[in-house]
């Protein structure tokens, strides 16, 4: 059953001005805590403003931890239920895992059709992704899951979720195809930034909650997200101290 977004909905800052805040959106990243590093204070802001936000994880993040005593479903079930308290934070309840295997996402056919029929479920008028392309001055944006989930987002986005040809399999299980209005990636040259300093607390709170990726940071990660969404402000020509996200905003209408 899909969830009617708040009728409420307000406004969000952005360095272009206020802009209507979307009623849906869909997060797809490969991991867990992909989402906090990189959007969670957006995710906050549009929560707050009356957005329905969901969130959609290819893999569980299984091969994300070097302790091989720990099996890889144990490893998976602590980032699920961490990425869970995370989202809890920022508004967020609705949760699809993909569990694909981590470390070994392929932008696939299976993957599109996996994608699509979530973008079928949520319905969004905005879906966030990550980049396909290589950052070549900040590789560990560009862990190979990242750009294989970027790929398959974008063609699930376009063509394949509004496609009723594309996976008629999707039909047979009653998922209407569905048209994504705009797509926010991060990793690009941007062309939008979103200030999010009123909530950047709750974004390290949500960050936090993956114990098993972020207790050995301790106070050093407020300190290090702050000084990078200054840096994201800067550009954005926002006020000295505040704090942004930034996207690449593409129309997909």
């Known amino acids: 059953m899909i ?69 890889q479903a144990e490893l998976a079930a602590l980032r699920e239920s961490e990425q869970t308290a995370a989202a809890a934070h920022v508004g967020v309840t609705e949760l699809h895992w993909l569990h694909h295997p981590d470390g070994q996402v392929v932008a696939d056919l299976n993957l599109r059709r996996d994608l699509s029929r979530v973008i079928r479920i949520v319905k969004p008028d905005l879906v966030i992704a990550q980049s396909a392309e290589r950052h070549w001055d900040r590789i560990y944006r560009s862990h190979p899951d990242h750009l294989a989930t970027g790929e398959a987002t974008i063609s699930a986005v376009y063509p394949d979720s509004r496609n009723p040809r594309a996976f008629p399999e999707l039909l047979d299980e009653g998922h209407a195809p569905h048209t994504v209005n705009e797509v926010w990636v991060t990793g690009l040259e941007p062309n939008r930034f979103i200030d999010i300093s009123d909530v950047f607390d709750r974004k390290c709170d949500a960050l936090r909650a993956h114990v098993s990726q972020t207790a050995k940071m301790g106070d050093r990660l407020p300190t290090l997200l702050r000084e990078w969404g200054e840096q994201t402000a800067v550009k954005a020509g926002f006020d000295t101290g505040r704090v942004a996200e930034e996207f690449r905003v593409v129309n997909t209408r």
């Open 3 to 71: 969830e009617e977004a708040d009728s409420t909905t307000d406004n969000i800052q952005t360095s272009d001005g206020l802009i209507d805040a979307p009623k849906r959106v869909l997060v797809v990243v490969a991991h867990p805590d992909d989402i906090d590093f990189g959007v969670a204070g957006t995710v906050a802001t549009m929560t707050d403003a009356g957005a329905y936000v969901a969130y959609c994880l290819v893999t569980s993040g299984d091969a994300g931890d070097d302790d091989m005593t720990v099996s």
